[in-house]
Structures are given as C-alpha cells and as structure tokens.
C-alpha cells in the first residue's frame, strides 16, 4: 500500500489501553498521519473539538464513556456528524458489529490488528473523501 497517500491525514485513536494506542501511534506516524491520542470518551471529546481528526478510531469498550456513546455522542453534533468512525473490539460479534452501525460507525476494526489493517481503514476514508466533500459542496 502506498503510505504517501495517508501524509497529514489527521488520525485520533482512542482507547483505555496504552499498548493498543501506542501501536496504532507508531503505525500511523510512519505512514506520515498526524496522531491525536485519548484515554477515553470524555478525554476524546475536548480534543475532538480542538483537533478536529479526518478519522477517529474509537474502542468500544471504555470507562466513563464508552466507544458506542462516544460514536453516538459524535453523530450528534452537527460539525462531526461526518467524521469516519472506526470501531475497535476484541470482539468479533455480529452483535457488536451491528451496534456499531446504529451509532453511526463506518468500520470495524478487531484488536489487535495489524499495521495493513489499520492503515487499510485509513485508505478507505482517504479514496472516500473527494466522494464526500462533493456531497458536502452542494
């Protein structure tokens, strides 16, 4: 995969565990994106708004605020109701899947995942973009 592609893509990854965001940090920083790190939902909010991530990759389960809330939370609000969410689990449950896709996620990502993987996912939200800006430009 062409990681050029994925330079300045400003990425946030949030999750409870510090080795799952750490990896994801060193994975994504040597694709050349731009990294924004949360604990959780609540640490996720106020960065959220100051950042303002083209994706966020969010673990479902969290204290506090959990991936789902978080997600939901996201949708509502009229500046990032369009963000990529990208759900993370250890779980790979049709129930969990589809929870997702009622909060609004666009993908779902199981831990641990692997660099592809993850660099996969950001792809996805970089060929959709121009797709979605159009929309957004009418």
């Known amino acids: 995969m062409e990681t050029d592609q994925l330079a300045g893509i400003k990425v946030m990854v949030i999750d409870d565990s510090n ?3 750490r990896s994801a940090e060193i994975f994504l920083l040597q694709a050349g994106c731009v990294v924004i790190l949360a604990e959780d939902g609540f640490d996720a909010l106020s960065k ?3 950042q303002k991530p083209d994706l966020i990759f969010v673990d ?3 204290p506090r605020l959990d991936g789902y809330q ?3 939370l996201l949708r509502r609000n009229a500046k990032f109701m369009h ?3 990208v759900m993370l ?3 790979d449950g049709l129930f969990d899947r589809a929870r997702g896709r009622m909060v609004g996620s666009d993908l ?3 831990k641990p995942f692997t660099k592809d993987e993850l660099l996969r996912a950001v792809a996805a939200y970089v060929r959709r973009e121009p797709e979605a800006q159009a929309l957004e430009n009418r």
Do not use: F, G, N, Q
Request: one cysteine or more; hydrophobic letters at 45%.
């Open 83 to 85: 963000t990529p969410v």
């Open 60 to 62: 479902i389960m969290m």
């Open 89 to 91: 689990s250890s779980k």
């Open 70 to 72: 978080t997600c939901a």
């Open 19 to 21: 080795t799952i965001r």
């Open 108 to 110: 779902y990502l199981t």
């Open 48 to 50: 959220i708004a100051d």
